[in-house]
């Protein structure tokens, strides 16, 4: 597989990358790439040997990448990046046979993805299902660093994000990391998205040995790894981002994983009325996107309704697994388009438009 993804050679090398943050694009037209469930290695059928599973999740994500960089040259400068809606892994692992956000790594990375734009969050699989689940926590707090230092970090020192939700410090020999690692930036002068990880009412605290990565920001010596995560909407990120965005003039699209707000999948309405009551206070969101549901694409029920708060529209953003995926087209004349497409064969296929149609797989 390593000859696989040393032909991944972006599209657009020659296109200048874009200034994020406050800085607006000079053009008008954007097109984003919306996504989730890379899971390295899920597949569509459980039963198959772990070696054949392995490696059809490894070609199935070659493939999806290659089809990003086809969509990238089909629309040339227009194209911007790449969203990811969570479970990057299926557990967060990165031992033995299963190095999991190891390969994510490998194949979503600055070097694979046209521009090297991508903007990734977390779901269940990666630091939810994990908690109190594997040794000292490790699973979950691997993915909690690489959201913070690999995705946060990367991003704010290459060009800046509007706002996020972490802050981190040493305390009395340990490592303590709070927030909801929710995170904001801008596309252009007038579309703001906030990408919530696994849902924004999610909220979790754990701790545990962390010594094997080699990325984790701090020195061997601390003795733990403390991670406290709020609710971004009890906490009141969720809500003063909304309250920027109005100020500033943007609109919003919001990104998240779980659509229905589902602790250890068990489905929870009153999650989804939180988000819902929030999102009623606000006519400048525009859409939300999410994962999860892999059969999924477009604008789907995914128990609770294909809408939230004022008539907003929910689309299931597609994945590798399903060989689909999603684009938002930004500026037109026709203000927000999102028309599904398929990734089968490592190239971008249009389905047609997402908004009112979701097919199942």
């Given at each position: 597989m390593a000859a696989l993804r040393n032909c991944l050679v972006p599209a657009l090398l020659s296109i200048a990358i874009p200034i994020f943050g406050s800085v607006a694009y000079a053009q008008q037209t954007y097109d984003v790439v919306?996504?989730?469930?890379?899971?390295?290695?899920?597949?569509?059928?459980?039963?198959?040997?772990?070696?054949?599973?392995?490696?059809?999740s490894l070609a199935s994500n070659h493939l999806q990448v290659m089809a990003i960089n086809d969509f990238a040259s089909q629309v040339g400068s227009n194209y911007v990046g790449t969203i990811i809606n969570g479970d990057l892994t299926e557990f967060g692992r990165n031992d033995g046979d299963y190095n999991q956000l190891l390969e994510f790594r490998n194949?979503?990375?600055e070097s694979n993805l046209p521009k090297g734009e991508?903007?990734?969050?977390?779901?269940?699989h990666d630091y939810e299902n994990n908690v109190n689940d594997s040794h000292e926590n490790n699973a979950a707090l691997r993915m909690v660093q690489y959201l913070m230092v690999d995705t946060i970090k990367r991003l704010s020192s290459k060009h800046g994000i509007v706002a996020s939700d972490v802050t981190s410090r040493n305390e009395n020999g340990a490592f303590v990391v709070e927030g909801s690692l929710s995170y904001s930036w801008d596309i252009g002068k007038d579309y703001r998205f906030i990408q919530s990880n696994n849902y924004p009412d999610y909220k979790v605290s754990f701790n545990g040995w962390h010594w094997e990565n080699p990325f984790w920001p701090t020195s061997r010596d601390i003795t733990r790894r403390y991670v406290a995560i709020p609710s971004s909407i009890a906490n009141g990120w969720l809500m003063k981002q909304l309250d920027t965005a109005v100020s500033d003039?943007?609109?919003v699209v919001l990104n998240m994983h779980h659509p229905n707000s589902t602790p250890k999948g068990v489905p929870n309405k009153g999650e989804w009325d939180k988000l819902d009551t929030l999102m009623k206070n606000y006519s400048n969101i525009e859409a939300v996107f999410v994962g999860h549901f892999h059969e999924n694409l477009g604008q789907c029920d995914g128990g609770f309704g294909d809408t939230i708060g004022h008539n907003v529209p929910v689309f299931y953003s597609g994945t590798p697994i399903y060989a689909t995926m999603l684009v938002a087209k930004l500026g037109g004349v026709n203000g927000l388009e999102v028309d599904r497409y398929s990734t089968a064969q490592g190239s971008a296929r249009k389905l047609g438009t997402a908004f009112g149609t979701c097919l199942r797989w």
């Open positions: 919306i996504m989730g469930d890379t899971q390295f290695f899920r597949t569509t059928d459980p039963k198959l040997p772990v070696n054949t599973r392995n490696a059809v194949y979503y990375n991508f903007w990734p969050g977390l779901g269940n003039g943007k609109k």
